[in-house]
């Protein structure tokens, strides 16, 4: 571990002016605070909207093409990852490998600090042929301050197998250079307690992941308009709520809705192009297969 490398030159490292006061604020001027500081995350989105764009383009590309998503870091950047894949499947009805987060640590450290994990390079190169990453996959890089150790070193072996790269960042270019295809730089700027990137910069993150994995999956065919028609049914609040996607798509009431899910086995997609092109299930399931899935493809068939 180097213990003689300064890092207060990294934007998330210095000082914020509007917080200097920090310890001597109401609760009220607290929050105030911290909303004005939080305006911030939007801007930096708009910033970066272009490489977060090309993230999209690229990760869509690989995923089509039999690839998977892995993103992967330490300690709050690594949690937030890892979070964004656990939330994939219910969602989307993606299978749990197709995005996968990686975290120093392992399951341990989701709830137990361990961020002296994070300097060891060779653990995150390790961790690429652990997981069986291939040239076929993206690997999203995630770093506030943009020296992890540990994510420097997956981003380098992925760049070496030839994986596509992604950096997520809150440190402009010049500080923390990364050779990656993807880079993504969201200046939010110093925190309000000096430091603390679980804060703005965990904020923004959190966002970026949620526009990357969401854009994806719409990509991927698995929106209709705004709808998540590829949800998983697994609790009453799905239940409902993919009955009420068929319901507000199709015009049915509620009790014929029930009847075309439940011959769908609870699946969406397939319950409405079998309303809509007056097939069975079976039918309905062959001609989403012969369209990847996508639903606007199998209505023109």
Same mark, same amino acid.
């Given at each position: 571990?180097?213990?003689?490398?300064?890092?207060?030159?990294?934007?998330?490292?210095?000082?914020?002016?509007?917080?200097?006061?920090?310890?001597?604020?109401?609760?009220?001027?607290?929050?105030?605070?911290?909303?004005?500081?939080?305006?911030?995350?939007?801007?930096?989105?708009?910033?970066?909207?272009?490489?977060?764009?090309?993230?999209?383009?690229?990760?869509?590309?690989?995923?089509?093409?039999?690839?998977?998503?892995?993103?992967?870091?330490?300690?709050?950047?690594?949690?937030?990852?890892?979070?964004?894949?656990?939330?994939?499947?219910?969602?989307?009805?993606?299978?749990?490998?197709?995005?996968?987060?990686?975290?120093?640590?392992?399951?341990?450290?989701?709830?137990?600090?361990?961020?002296? !994990?994070? $300097? =060891? *390079?060779?653990?995150?190169?390790?961790?690429?042929? @652990?997981?069986?990453?291939?040239?076929?996959? /993206? %690997?999203?890089?995630?770093?506030?301050?943009?020296?992890?150790?540990?994510?420097?070193?997956?981003?380098?072996?992925?760049?070496?197998?030839?994986?596509?790269?992604?950096?997520?960042?809150?440190?402009?270019?010049?500080?923390?250079?990364?050779?990656?295809?993807?880079?993504?730089?969201?200046?939010?700027?110093?925190?309000?307690?000096?430091?603390?990137?679980?804060?703005?910069?965990?904020?923004?993150?959190?966002?970026?992941?949620?526009?990357?994995?969401?854009?994806?999956?719409?990509?991927?065919?698995?929106?209709?308009?705004?709808?998540?028609?590829?949800?998983?049914?697994?609790?009453?609040? !799905?239940? $409902? =709520? *993919?009955?009420?996607?068929?319901?507000?798509?199709? @015009?049915?009431?509620?009790?014929?809705?029930? /009847? %075309?899910?439940?011959?769908?086995?609870?699946?969406?997609?397939?319950?409405?192009?079998?309303?809509?092109?007056?097939?069975?299930?079976?039918?309905?399931?062959?001609?989403?297969?012969?369209?990847?899935?996508?639903?606007?493809?199998?209505?023109?068939?």
């Amino acid at each position: 571990m180097q213990t003689n490398q300064s890092r207060g030159h990294l934007l998330t490292e210095q000082i914020n002016p509007n917080s200097q006061n920090l310890d001597q604020l109401s609760a009220l001027e607290l929050v105030d605070l911290f909303n004005a500081e939080d305006n911030k995350t939007i801007e930096a989105i708009a910033a970066a909207r272009e490489p977060i764009a090309e993230a999209i383009e690229i990760t869509s590309a690989a995923l089509a093409n039999g690839g998977k998503l892995f993103y992967i870091g330490a300690g709050t950047s690594g949690r937030l990852g890892v979070l964004d894949a656990a939330e994939c499947p219910p969602t989307f009805c993606t299978p749990p490998e197709l995005v996968q987060g990686i975290l120093a640590g392992g399951k341990d450290a989701l709830v137990k600090s361990s961020e002296s !994990l994070e $300097d =060891r *390079a060779e653990d995150g190169a390790k961790a690429i042929a @652990d997981y069986g990453i291939t040239a076929k996959d /993206v %690997l999203v890089g995630i770093t506030a301050g943009g020296t992890t150790p540990y994510v420097q070193g997956a981003l380098a072996e992925a760049n070496n197998i030839g994986a596509k790269t992604v950096f997520v960042s809150c440190v402009p270019a010049d500080q923390v250079p990364c050779d990656v295809d993807v880079d993504i730089r969201l200046l939010t700027g110093p925190e309000i307690l000096a430091g603390s990137t679980r804060l703005k910069a965990g904020t923004v993150t959190k966002m970026v992941l949620n526009i990357l994995s969401t854009s994806v999956m719409v990509k991927l065919g698995k929106v209709y308009g705004n709808r998540m028609i590829d949800v998983s049914v697994t609790n009453d609040k !799905l239940y $409902d =709520r *993919a009955l009420r996607i068929i319901q507000d798509l199709t @015009d049915l009431p509620r009790e014929e809705a029930k /009847v %075309l899910l439940d011959k769908s086995q609870r699946k969406v997609k397939t319950a409405l192009l079998m309303h809509w092109n007056d097939i069975d299930a079976t039918q309905a399931e062959d001609l989403l297969t012969k369209n990847t899935g996508d639903l606007r493809a199998s209505l023109k068939v």
